[in-house]
Each structure stands twice: as C-alpha cells, then as structure tokens.
C-alpha cells in the first residue's frame, strides 16, 4: 500500500524559512513527477511547485524566486524549500506524486493528508 507523508510544516514568522519533505513509501514502482499543492481556507487548492523524475521544476508565479523544489529519487522524497515566507503563503501544503504501479501497468496519482504552514505578519 502507497504512503505519502508530508512533514516541515509549522508557525514561522514573515520573512523566514521552512522545508517540507514530502516521502513516498510502500510503492512497487517508480515516483515520477510530484507536484506541491497549497489551500487556503475558503480557497481552492493550487499548485506551487512541480518536478519531473529528471528534476526538472515548475514554480508558479506567486513563488517563483522564493521557493525551491528538489528531489532525491534513490529514497523517493521531495522537498520544498520555502524562503522569504510571506503571510499569503499561510495554507495547508499538500505532495501530489505519480507513481507507477507495476502490477497494473499503470500510473496512479496521490494525495498526502497535508502540512499546515502559517506565517505570521
């Protein structure tokens, strides 16, 4: 049974930093792109960050240049890496990977249960 469990999360103040790991476990094939998700209360849930199995990132606009987002394929986590915090980036974080499933030949998609971050002003 797959696993994905986020963790980092926490209270920091405007202008500081925090990283997230985001790990996938019990999985019989391999993690390829993994995509970072946040939501806000009374939002709807957004993507921040993406990366390919290759490490290739995808930052959306509101966090191009603060956040970075990182892999290490050998123990399947992803990391985010968050700098320059600022209040609005207050949300529930949630790691969405695709992971291969090699009994079923298939790719499937995944939800951690999230990390809250809240920055406070």
């Known amino acids: 049974q797959v696993h994905v469990v986020e963790s980092g999360g926490g209270l920091v103040q405007a202008g500081g930093s925090l990283r997230l790991s985001c790990v996938v476990s019990g999985s019989s094939g391999e993690v390829y792109t993994v995509k970072w998700y946040r939501q806000a209360p009374g939002k709807q849930r957004d993507m921040v960050a993406s990366?390919?199995?290759?490490?290739?990132?995808i930052y959306s606009d509101s966090v191009r240049g603060r956040f970075t987002i990182s892999r290490h394929n050998a123990n399947d986590t992803v990391y985010l890496q968050m700098n320059s915090l600022k209040p609005e980036d207050t949300a529930v974080y949630y790691c969405n990977p695709d992971i291969y499933d090699d009994r079923r030949r298939r790719l499937d998609n995944y939800w951690g249960q999230g990390t809250q971050v809240t920055v406070s002003s």
């Open positions: 990366i390919s199995r290759s490490g290739a990132p």
